[in-house]
């Protein structure tokens, strides 16, 4: 259970014998933990509601709460703060119900929605570089977050692979190699080989996009090709169908380093054929209209302090936009996955897009009552300049090469602490990919996702402070004491009362984790899971350091101690895995 929810509980019952609200009941750890455990600031609350003297009610309050059987100490203190300890014993029977818990005490919904997580946003002809890191990496433990919850959880990427992009790869392949069956109108079958690798798409799409925006006629004819595809031009669809693929392979690659996996693999392009439908649905009942040769919805508002502009979903030339592919992905996934929430993690430069897209799904009747769509914004990992993280040369640092920088990395601190050293090669690689990826995830993950953050290998390796590498060494150690007490016949045994203070405070702090998922949850923000689990093994630390498991005498104590132990690590193994990283078996 929530102990705080438990004492909030309690508390508020208080409350509500004095004809107040049992909300005011509401417990916190203390910000004083040298004079208590928890805290209730409720009665302030109620002397402002009441025209009564706070620190009264406080004290009425407090009166009632000193006879549970599960507090052993209330004060009042100060202007009306209620400080509340608990007694060792009820702290022991709720640790022993969160341990033997498999979700550790977090109350599973009863209610499970379907939610959509919509992330990574890999574009056909690109592979993934930086910029996709922070979507993938937050939306993944979004992801695991719901799921952990009891929600059903749809993870898709929602690949870019049906927009203007794909109109300019079109016409500089025609342009390089005319002789392609792909260009010939009578052609009737298409080579089963792609006649370009990845390679060819990252040097070609670069160059054709910045000659685009000085090449009138170039850029018109892309805009044609792009029509034509979306039309269905054989030729097209079959060299279209050759980039997704080479595409997707690499892609799948970058995904399975990173431990990420999805759902779906749709793109725009599955809901082609919901396009045209779509938009003259929207004209024939006004939502949509004509506007200099486009067709758009206009989504202004009364109230808003600037102008909103509309948004189009056909242009002048007959092509569709990708915030019309957006809106019927809308349609999709209320209609076939019928998604309650849906969670759009892409990053704050498109909010103004995800404004758009919203008050046209709303004001189309695309969305159905009570579900929710949240642009999940996030800022930018930059390099030590402080700006966006480039290659030497000014260029875009694709994923792989992040992903190898730091296993590297990672197999020099290994190397430096004299970890792994007699280990098979095979395994010395695998940990060194484990810890690069964790050290790559928790550094992202530990700061707030609207900040930015700079990129720093040498801290994010670290196997000291704040890091994915401390926190997997962390649980490798509890994972070597449990398998040294198995080799000595030491068994787990009830958990006891704590007596040391040591002890004590690792159980307070594993008893957290029902509320602090519940937070990251709430709040869309993975970081309290990342923080609380660096508090978990620093308070593990400290436990160990003071309390001597397997050499304890008393075997009771003893028993306790280890279960303690095992708890502290499924607590731990938990949290990292909602945070995508992989704890290995030793180091």
């Known amino acids: 259970m929530s102990l705080l929810s438990h004492l909030s509980s309690i508390a508020g019952e208080a409350f509500t014998e004095l004809g107040l609200p049992a909300e005011l009941g509401e417990t916190v750890p203390s910000q004083r933990p040298e004079l208590a455990q928890y805290q209730v600031n409720g009665a302030m609350a109620a002397g402002k509601a009441t025209n009564q003297a706070p620190r009264e009610i406080a004290q009425k309050v407090a009166d009632r709460l000193a006879g549970h059987p599960d507090i052993e100490n209330v004060e009042v203190a100060g202007p009306g703060f ?44 690109k592979a993934m570089h930086v910029g996709h890191l922070r979507a993938t990496i937050i939306g993944d433990s979004l992801a695991r977050l719901f799921s952990f919850a009891g929600h ?31 260009f010939d109108p009578d052609a009737g079958t298409y ?24 090449d009138d006629d170039f850029a018109d004819i892309a805009r044609q090709a792009t029509v034509r595809l979306q039309q269905g031009d054989p030729g097209y669809l079959a ?110 430069r498109q909010a103004d897009h995800f404004l758009q897209i919203f008050r046209a799904a ?6 159905p009552d009570g579900t929710r769509l ?33 296993t590297e990395a990672a197999r020099r601190r290994l190397d430096e602490a004299h970890l792994a050293e007699d280990y098979p090669e095979a395994e010395r690689s695998s940990i060194a990919s484990i810890v690069g990826v964790a050290a790559l995830k928790f550094g992202d993950l530990i700061n707030n996702r609207t900040s930015d953050y700079v990129l720093d290998l040498d801290r994010f390796t670290s196997f000291e402070g704040k890091t994915g590498p401390y926190l997997q060494y962390a649980a490798v150690r509890i994972k070597s004491i449990l398998r040294r007490a198995e080799s000595e016949g030491v068994e787990q045994g009830p958990l006891l009362a704590p007596t040391v203070d040591a002890e004590r405070e690792l159980m307070l702090e ?7 998922v519940g937070r990251a949850i709430a709040l869309r923000a993975p970081n309290h899971v990342a923080e609380f689990a660096y508090d978990v093994a620093g308070r593990f630390n400290r436990f160990y350091d003071t309390c001597h498991i397997l050499s304890e005498p008393d075997l009771a104590r003893r028993g306790s101690w280890l279960t303690l132990a095992a708890w502290a690590l499924a607590a731990l193994e938990r949290l990292l895995d909602l945070l995508g990283i992989e704890v290995p078996d030793r180091m």
């Open 510 to 516: 594993l008893l957290r984790l029902p509320d602090v």
């Open 82 to 125: 209620i400080n509340i300890t608990i007694t060792d014993a009820s702290i022991a029977r709720i640790a022993a119900e969160d341990a033997a818990d498999p979700y550790l005490g977090f109350p599973v919904t009863s209610d499970p929605e379907n939610v959509v997580v919509d992330y990574a946003g890999p574009n056909v002809a």
């Open 191 to 214: 080579p089963s080989e792609s006649p370009v690798t990845l390679d060819d798409l990252q040097r070609i799409y670069p160059e054709a996009s910045v000659r685009a925006r000085s």
């Open 362 to 367: 709303a004001k189309a009747g695309i969305i």
């Open 239 to 348: 060299l279209w169908r050759h980039m997704k693929s080479v595409s997707e392979e690499s892609q799948r690659q970058d995904f399975a380093t990173l431990g990420v996996n999805f759902d779906l693999w749709y793109g725009e392009s599955d809901v082609h054929d919901r396009l045209g439908p779509l938009v003259a649905t929207l004209r024939e009942s006004g939502v949509a209209e004509e506007s200099k040769g486009a067709i758009v919805i206009r989504i202004g508002e009364d109230g808003d302090n600037r102008d909103i502009p509309p948004l189009i979903l056909e242009s002048s030339s007959g092509g569709f936009l990708y915030s019309t592919t957006d809106l019927a992905t809308i349609q999709m996934r209320m209609e076939e996955l019928r998604a309650d929430l849906v969670l759009y993690v892409v990053d704050r």
């Open 374 to 406: 949240e642009h999940i914004w996030f800022g930018t990992m930059n390099g030590p300049d402080g700006k966006p993280f480039k290659t030497r040369e000014g260029g875009v640092v694709r994923l792989s090469d992040v992903i190898e920088m730091l």
């Open 152 to 182: 059903k959880v749809i993870r898709d990427p929602h690949f870019g692979d049906w927009g203007f992009q794909m109109g300019l790869l079109i016409a500089a392949i025609a342009e390089e190699q005319p002789e392609l069956a792909y």
